[in-house]
């Protein structure tokens, strides 16, 4: 039977960590680290998401900020909002909350956000350094992950890894940083013509699709590390990931839950990005 990692337990841990130091830098700078999310509308699931954030940024001693806009903000007023907080001394880390409605071109909002503020790692600055092995703010989620399979313990270097899913937030940039890590890495996608077998040999899994039970607990090697990054809403209401978790439980050697994996993690990753952005901008690391 799998050990299951506790992705609240690890993510309370990094945040009792982050307060310690904030509660030193901001001795040393006389300044708090600070944090805008900017949101756009009022999708339930996004309010959730953004609310959280805020809370986890005050609870760990951050100055924060939303910027709530209606969902008929223009292309031109969302950019006026970036380019005031790309401005403000006092952000250190902007976060525009995704998605956009449609008539927002949601990349050039994205790159006009200054890279040294871009805690979510989207700006092309951000993943360009990562594609190069440069220093960079790192996305949240991804970074989640690879804290996740450090948590085991288990080497990466020379293992073979799978990523499920190939998107610019979660697959791709998990991969990168598995490959700066020395593992052997594969990224499976909508056309890869057999993912079991792709699977088979797997001593890393992560899934990043949003399909519920895709990856099946038979597909799963004996002993592997699986990280579940999806999160769907069944139709009882109820959340689960891209993996068959109770019978993957049978033969991997770790697992994630959802809920309580890989989205505490995040917010955890966001708030090391945003202290990351503060020492870049104060302290000149
Ligand atoms: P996306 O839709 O942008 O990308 C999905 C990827 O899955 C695509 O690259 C596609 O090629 C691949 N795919 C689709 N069908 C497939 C199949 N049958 N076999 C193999 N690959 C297939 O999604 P995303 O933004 O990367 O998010 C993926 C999931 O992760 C979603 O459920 C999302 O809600 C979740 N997510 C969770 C967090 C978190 O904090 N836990 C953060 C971001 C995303």
Same mark, same amino acid.
């Given at each position: 039977?799998?050990?299951?990692?506790?992705?609240?337990?690890?993510?309370?841990?990094?945040?009792?960590?982050?307060?310690? *130091? @904030?509660?030193?830098? +901001?001795?040393?700078?006389?300044?708090?680290?600070?944090?805008?999310?900017? $949101? &756009? #509308?009022?999708?339930?699931?996004?309010?959730?998401?953004?609310?959280?954030?805020?809370?986890?940024?005050?609870?760990?001693?951050?100055?924060?900020?939303?910027?709530?806009?209606?969902?008929?903000?223009?292309?031109?007023?969302?950019?006026?909002?970036?380019?005031?907080?790309?401005?403000?001394?006092?952000?250190?880390?902007?976060?525009?909350?995704?998605?956009?409605?449609?008539?927002?071109?949601?990349?050039?909002?994205?790159?006009?956000?200054?890279?040294?503020?871009?805690?979510?790692?989207?700006?092309?600055?951000?993943?360009?350094?990562?594609?190069?092995?440069?220093?960079?703010?790192?996305?949240?989620?991804?970074?989640?992950?690879?804290?996740?399979?450090? *948590? @085991?313990?288990?080497? +990466?270097?020379?293992k073979k890894a799978v990523v499920v899913?190939?998107?610019? $937030? &979660? #697959?791709?940039?998990?991969?990168?940083?598995?490959?700066?890590?020395?593992?052997?890495?594969t990224?499976c996608?909508?056309?890869?013509?057999?993912?079991?077998?792709e699977l088979a040999a797997a001593d890393i899994v992560v899934?990043?699709?949003?399909?519920?039970?895709?990856?099946?607990?038979?597909m799963i090697k004996?002993?592997a590390v699986v990280?579940?990054?999806?999160?769907?809403?069944?139709?009882?209401?109820?959340?689960?990931?891209?993996?068959?978790?109770?019978?993957?439980?049978?033969?991997?050697?770790?697992?994630?839950?959802?809920?309580?994996?890989?989205?505490?993690?995040?917010?955890?990753?966001?708030?090391?990005?945003?202290?990351?952005?503060?020492?870049?901008?104060?302290?000149?690391?």
């Amino acid at each position: 039977m799998a050990v299951i990692l506790d992705g609240k337990q690890i993510a309370e841990k990094i945040r009792q960590e982050i307060k310690t *130091e @904030t509660q030193k830098v +901001i001795a040393d700078n006389n300044k708090k680290p600070g944090l805008a999310v900017v $949101i &756009v #509308g009022e999708d339930p699931a996004s309010s959730i998401y953004v609310r959280n954030k805020e809370k986890a940024a005050n609870e760990v001693g951050f100055f924060s900020v939303v910027e709530r806009l209606e969902d008929t903000v223009t292309q031109e007023e969302l950019l006026q909002v970036v380019k005031r907080l790309n401005q403000n001394d006092e952000i250190h880390g902007i976060l525009v909350q995704l998605p956009l409605p449609k008539h927002i071109d949601e990349k050039e909002i994205i790159n006009a956000i200054d890279y040294r503020k871009d805690v979510d790692g989207f700006h092309p600055l951000n993943a360009g350094a990562l594609m190069v092995g440069d220093k960079g703010l790192v996305s949240c989620t991804p970074k989640g992950c690879i804290r996740l399979i450090k *948590e @085991t313990g288990i080497e +990466i270097s020379g293992k073979k890894a799978v990523v499920v899913g190939r998107s610019n $937030i &979660v #697959g791709k940039p998990v991969a990168l940083l598995l490959l700066q890590e020395s593992a052997t890495v594969t990224i499976c996608h909508s056309r890869t013509k057999d993912l079991a077998a792709e699977l088979a040999a797997a001593d890393i899994v992560v899934a990043a699709v949003g399909v519920p039970n895709l990856v099946k607990g038979a597909m799963i090697k004996e002993g592997a590390v699986v990280i579940d990054v999806g999160i769907n809403r069944l139709e009882d209401g109820k959340l689960c990931g891209d993996v068959e978790f109770e019978e993957a439980s049978k033969k991997a050697g770790y697992i994630t839950p959802v809920p309580g994996g890989v989205g505490p993690l995040t917010i955890a990753m966001l708030l090391q990005n945003t202290l990351e952005a503060y020492k870049m901008a104060e302290i000149k690391l």
